[in-house]
């Protein structure tokens, strides 16, 4: 039976970098989503020293160029730098040139949409319910499973889904730290890069193009449906 996608136009190289570009956002999202609830609460519900150093740091990729994280991540995480070197010979773990590193480029980048998302969503979230559960004898981990994280859930998903979607468009980051390698490391964006290097590259370009367009935009509407649901502003 023939591929879908083959019937669609799309050749092999396309077909995998796309399947890839899924994979590298889907484990950018779901790998970053444990440490952007924590940091997303630490934010929202503590005051500490050091509170607004913390929370600019995670808004940092925001405004650094991408270029700049994928050479940091090459110089702590190759296979020269002291992480990566530590890694490869201690656990055997390697992230440069290869998807798993593009997903953490991806995560990285993605991040900070990801803990703003959470953290405006922890913050609707009815503060004396929380502390009418501590009254009641509840320790701090039990209000956040029991009442914090279920109320602030749909803010929660919306933010992962923001980062999917970042994790999908990135560029810079990742092609800084993971090159381009058909097959291992080549995802839709840098497909196209690809595609505009070589003549009647064009109709690849808009192919490629259109997937992401198509992905990204369900993902927008999908992240901005849920927090319009945690706001009641949408009935079941």
């Known amino acids: ?11 092999p190289d396309e077909l995998v970098a796309i399947r890839l570009s899924l994979k ?35 808004h940092l990729p925001l405004v650094l160029p991408p270029v ?6 090459l110089v702590l995480l190759g296979g020269n730098g002291v992480i990566g070197r530590w890694l490869e010979e201690t656990l055997g773990i390697s992230f440069a040139f290869r998807w798993t590193g593009a997903a953490l ?10 803990v703003r998302t959470i953290r405006l969503s ?15 004898g509840a320790s701090p981990w039990r209000v956040f499973f029991t009442i914090t ?4 859930w749909p803010g929660v998903i919306a933010g992962a889904v923001l980062a999917f979607a970042k994790a999908l468009g990135e560029f810079g980051a990742t092609i800084t730290f993971v090159s381009n390698i058909p097959g291992e490391t080549q995802t839709v964006s840098s497909a196209i890069y690809g595609l505009m290097q070589v003549p009647d590259g064009e109709a690849g370009i808009w192919r490629l193009a259109a997937v992401s367009v198509a992905i990204s935009l369900a993902a927008l509407l999908a992240s901005e449906w849920l927090v319009r649901r945690q706001r009641g502003e949408v009935h079941d």
């Not at 440490?35 to 503590?46: C, M, N, P, T």
């Not at 700049?68 to 991540?73: D, Q, R």
């Not at 922890?122 to 009641?136: F, G, K, M, P, S």
């Open 24 to 58: 590298v956002a889907a484990a950018a999202a779901l790998c970053s989503l444990p440490f952007g609830i924590a940091i997303a609460w630490l934010l929202a519900r503590r005051r500490f020293f050091g509170k607004s150093l913390l929370d600019a740091l995670v």
């Open 1 to 11: 039976m023939a591929d879908p996608g083959t019937l669609l136009g799309f050749g």
């Open 122 to 136: 922890i913050e609707n979230v009815d503060r004396r319910l929380e502390q009418a559960a501590a009254t009641l």
């Open 149 to 152: 994280l279920p109320l602030a």
């Open 105 to 114: 480029a991806s995560a990285i980048m993605g991040f900070p949409l990801l």
């Open 68 to 73: 700049v994280v994928g050479y940091a991540l």
